[in-house]
């Protein structure tokens, strides 16, 4: 006997956070969980030219992200880098790419497992800025971590990737996914009263 | 009666509004910004504490935190420095080292016994009359007297901060050199972080004098704080203090209950200087004070020190705070000056005023009046040996001082001094290190500042923002008068306050062989109380010197090491969430009512007991996996992706096992060792193309495992992709003679026949809508599919596999059930079952090692230490009956009564109906039908029977139906 069952994808969060369709508003401090948004990372030879036939060139500095229509590259090595989906854009576009790499001959690089491996957190507000150094000990000065820059650092005791937006005014962490609930609470506990919520994608 | 001067003095205070607080259950009123020192001096409560040792009365030093007299309790909180902590409304405060009450203290009875306790002589008592002496006797009354404070084991937890912070420059010490400096390189563009301990900017601007003219330092603090305040590159940080420095400029700031860790490109130190106490007979009375400590209660408290003082100028500053006195309208007994000459250029002002001077004369001795309690007079000798009593409730003592060295040594500068203790140098400055103003050698007002100055611009030259100064600020005076440190011979002149230590104690250690400073300090414990030499040092050093008949500069000063001052234990751990991992599937175990237990940083399940006992749960669930099927969430295992062009052959290399030759679509057994032959690690490989495998690890080693991995790879120069997975697929073990009717009762499209998935083979497709890799490969013993899928499908798999098998019998089956099949099975867990020593031959795997392969990491060790021969072994044993015993794990094996092995592994296994076990024995032992003794924890000896390995299913016949 077969049993037919539509397989449904769950988040870490899903039962801690409310759902929202839209992203708080800016100047508020918020808690965004974007963990089931599309992304997509990859990693090994070949990732740099086949992301350049894409038309998605890896930027020079790899501590720099770049936001093109309905994305945002982040570079993470020579040969490395994850993409973001724009959490009010088409959602199919990461789809899409992820279709032509299956599709594709090699080299191209392995894929990164980066919608799996890694919770995605959006930090907003002054509140957020004003917690940064409680975080990481990263240098998060304007001028050493101006807008759009990347850091692969330690975040919260764990390893984790810090990006600021191309408009400087969201933080984005991609850490262990394992480690989401644990993360929500080292928020919560060092900004008192950060609001919170997740998109469900 | 009150201490409170009028109007024009306290600038810390607000006499608008009035607070009380007790003391030892006394009600004593003040003012919000008092301290609780200053409230108390207000309200004529002079003596704050009992001294360690002989618990002679103590009071106020130095106003400043610098010293032990001032540590009290309040409530839960001990060591609570009372010269420093503000007093607020309601806080009851107590004094510490009391044996009954701080004016009649029981305790002070020992000082009688003083000749008994010269310096070192803890390390020859104690050992009598008997041998159980000090156990029974000593031990206990030392204890009972240890320590200062009560440490309440129940006290509510606090919240402790810690944050990061990075500057272009730091500046610590916010007095006039760090003003100065601060201001200079803001103003050239730097980011400057100023730090200053006290409540607010200033330093010795706000309650010293530096001339005739009394506003002379308030105008001088105006202009600076100014010109601080418009900076908006200048970040200050009051009520702050730096606690040490670190590598690369890396300093903890201590702020209340906050840490702060700043990184500086450049630092400066404008530490200022310590004022210094004198050595006399009784220097340790209540009412005997060091001239900022007077100025600091009258300028920021408006208390007066005493009614009637004697003033030691031993320096300037001395001469100053006696001007200071009599405009508090404090009576001048006399200003005693070892300096036979007028070297300030003060003489006429104290002429006009009348204050009697008296010249070439040093303090000999100070009494106290009855009770013991306080200062009643001191007794004055003049060069000819005259001497003279002077009546006074109040002594100032203007000592000199020594510059703020702390941190500079912290960073590996020297601290030198001349051979009359005169003038200090602090030199071997480290790069990007800048003195300023005291801790520079300047210790006039207007050399501070510029020196001040040329430390800011130096500092934003290093940044490349200014033109560095040239030249050094000249030093325009000595910083102290020197004064003698000569045994009185009565004794209690004390060098060391916290440690209750005389002068003739240093000269003791000295006699009884200890000649270098280091010794001195270790052997008498000088400078190891809370003030941590600041006192001590200079005197101490003099002291070894004339003994030892060298020079200052030779006996040199002992370093400083951090932290600079007292922080809570609290500061340095980690107040904020311990961190968890929780499977994608927690959720589903919580709602099953899962017991959950900890395993390292994840949550897994032990047991679902549903409305059973525990006990009675495990059970079921082994009875369910042995005659139905099971379910386990394994998600914690280690997962690693290898690909790339030498993926097979770089696995050849770490593991023992042939794989470069392993087919597509099979798995295989993985064992890896370190370069000394033990087992580090084990799991299984899955080859699902020629250029890529998935490998399996345990829990606890795949973080080192890949470590060593990606090492290794970079050494070997290969081109293989190594990525840690392990959070990113869940993995469910799916095990009974059942599971495989489970599988098929899912839509999928791998063939789950026997014929088609056979033991050992790994399968990539869809099931139930997911997709997976599947791995037949058995732990327990019984038909098992080890299913691994992305996370984020992990509980639509569990669901899907609970309503496929609910027919089936299928129940989830925690971690105790895990273990105990297993072990029926003889399978060895790494971590429990092993240690750093464990081999492959020693746990019976030598048919995991390759003989054909001429290289895989650790074989050259396998093969010298199996010429060696072994000296242990892994067996299973059983008992026969219960297990009154209580052998467990870790329980010896023992022969001949020593012990030469232990169990690993222990319980009672349902399936066979017996108590079962791994253990360690000696190889001749550890044959099956021999017999090994076991220690249980009763403190029984019970003999085991060794036997052959698996204990269940022995032709491994059921995994693979």
Known sequence: ?201 | MTNRLGSGWGSRIDRSRGLAFTFEGRRVAGHPGDTIASALAANGEWVLSRSFKYHRPRGILTMCGQDANTLVQIGEEPNVRADLRLASDGIAVTPQNVKGSLRRDRGQIIERFGRFLPVGFYYRTFFGPRRSSWLKLWEPMIRASAGLGTVSTDAAPRRYVKETRHCDVLVVGGGPAGLAAAVRAAEAGAGVILVEKEPELGGALTYARFATDAGLGTRHLSALRDRALALPGLSVMTGATCNGRFANNWLPVISGNRLVRIRATELVLATGAHEQPLVFRNNDLPGIMLSSAAQRLMRHYAVRPGQRAVVYAGDRDGYLAALDLDDAGVRIAAIVDPEAEDRDGLSEELARRGLPIMRGCTLTEAKAGPGGLHLQSVEVQDAAGTRKRLDCDLLVVAGGYTPGYQLALHAGARLASDDTGTRFSITDVPAHLHLAGAAAGLSDLDGVIASGEAAGLRAAAALGLASAPEGAVPAACAWRRSAPVEPHPKGRDFVDFDEDLQVKDIENAVADGYRELELVKRYSTVGMGPSQGRHAALPTARIVARKTARSLAEVGITTSRPPFGPEKLGLLADTTPERYRHTALHPCHVQAGARMMPVGAWWRPFVYPGSEPPAEAILREIRAVREDVGMLDVSTLGKLELRGRDAAAFLDRIYTMAHAGQPVGRVRYCLALNEMGSILDDGVAFRMSEQHFYVTATTGAVDRLFAEMTLQKAIWGMQVDIQNVTAAFAAINLTGPKARAVLQGLASDIDFSRDAFGFLDGREGMLAGSPVRVMRIGFTGELSYEIHLPQSHAVGMWQALAAAGAGLGLRPYGLEASRILRLEKGHIIIGQDTDALSTPDQLGMGWALSRKKPFYTGKAAVEARRALGETRQLCGFVLEGGNAAEVGESALVLRDGQPVGHVTSFGHSPSVGKWIGLAYAPPEQAVPGAQIRIKGFSGTEVSAAVVALPFYDPTNARQEI
Request: glycine share 8%.
């Open chain 1, 1 to 201: 006997m077969t049993t037919a069952i539509i397989a449904t994808r769950h988040w870490p969060l899903s039962q801690r956070l409310p759902a929202v369709d839209r992203l708080p508003a800016s100047g508020e401090s918020w808690l965004t969980d974007l963990s089931a948004l599309p992304r997509m990372g990859l990693r090994g030879p070949g990732t740099a030219d086949w992301m350049a036939a894409q038309g998605l060139p890896l930027p020079g500095p790899i501590d720099r992200a770049l936001d093109l229509p309905g994305l945002t590259l982040v570079p993470l090595g020579a040969e490395e880098a994850v993409i973001l989906s724009d959490p009010h854009g088409d959602p199919g576009v990461i789809r899409r790419l992820r279709d032509a790499w299956w599709q594709s001959p090699g080299p191209k690089g392995f894929d990164a497992y980066r919608d799996e491996t890694w919770a995605w957190f959006r930090l907003t507000g002054p509140a957020a800025e004003q917690a940064l150094p409680l975080l990481t000990a990263l240098d998060t000065r304007p001028a050493a971590f101006p807008a759009a820059a990347v850091a692969q650092t330690r975040v919260m005791h764990m390893d984790a990737v810090i990006l600021r937006s191309a408009d400087g005014g969201a933080l984005d962490l991609l850490f262990d996914i394992a480690s989401s609930g644990y993360a929500l609470d080292f928020i919560k506990d060092v900004i008192p009263g950060i609001r919170t919520a997740r998109l469900a994608g």
